[in-house]
């Protein structure tokens, strides 16, 4: 586990282009925090870091996920469930997930609203690296479990 202290937008993009270094084969990152904390500032960063437009990254809140191809021609999932009762995306999370593995990076915003079956499949079956973002003051705490 490690926790690093983000002072502004700009220090938590940087945090987010150094969780690119977590990136394996078949990565899910689950992001978690509350609404505004930087979630999707963070997955800029890990998309600026592997492609380098970062500018192409908005929270898909209306339209659930988003596809980008990286130059490499992987594809970088984001997911933002915030809208979604738990469960009721499981089987288009699951879809996305098995039609476009190996080479898939796959960030998932709110992560708490798929069903625990689903994270206990995707934990078991592919790298999962949890963020947690919280406020403590002017500062935000971001923590990387893998």
Same mark, same amino acid.
């Given at each position: 586990?490690?926790?690093?202290?983000?002072?502004?937008? =700009?220090? #938590?993009?940087?945090? %987010? $282009?150094?969780?690119?270094?977590?990136? @394996?084969?078949? #990565? +899910?990152?689950?992001?978690? *925090?509350?609404?505004?904390? *930087?979630?999707?500032?963070?997955?800029?960063?890990?998309?600026?870091?592997?492609?380098? =437009?970062?500018?192409?990254?908005? !929270?898909? #809140?209306? $339209?659930?996920?988003?596809?980008?191809?990286?130059?490499?021609?992987?594809?970088?999932?984001?997911?933002?469930?915030?809208?979604? !009762?738990? %469960? /009721?995306? /499981?089987?288009?999370?699951?879809?996305?997930?098995?039609? =476009?593995?190996?080479?898939? +990076?796959?960030?998932? @915003?709110?992560?708490?609203?798929?069903? /625990? @079956?689903?994270?206990?499949?995707?934990?078991?079956?592919?790298?999962? $690296?949890?963020?947690?973002?919280?406020? !403590?003051?002017?500062?935000?705490?971001? #923590?990387?479990? /893998?």
């Amino acid at each position: 586990m490690i926790v690093i202290e983000s002072k502004n937008e =700009n220090d #938590t993009l940087k945090i %987010g $282009v150094k969780l690119a270094e977590y990136i @394996e084969n078949k #990565t +899910i990152f689950f992001f978690h *925090g509350d609404l505004g904390v *930087g979630k999707t500032v963070l997955i800029r960063g890990i998309y600026d870091a592997l492609r380098g =437009n970062r500018q192409e990254i908005v !929270s898909p #809140t209306f $339209v659930y996920v988003k596809e980008h191809i990286l130059k490499t021609g992987v594809k970088f999932f984001h997911f933002d469930l915030f809208r979604k !009762s738990k %469960g /009721d995306f /499981d089987r288009e999370i699951m879809s996305y997930v098995d039609e =476009n593995e190996p080479n898939s +990076i796959f960030c998932i @915003e709110w992560p708490d609203m798929i069903s /625990d @079956e689903l994270k206990a499949y995707l934990i078991n079956k592919y790298k999962c $690296v949890n963020v947690d973002i919280k406020l !403590s003051g002017d500062l935000r705490l971001i #923590t990387i479990n /893998d």
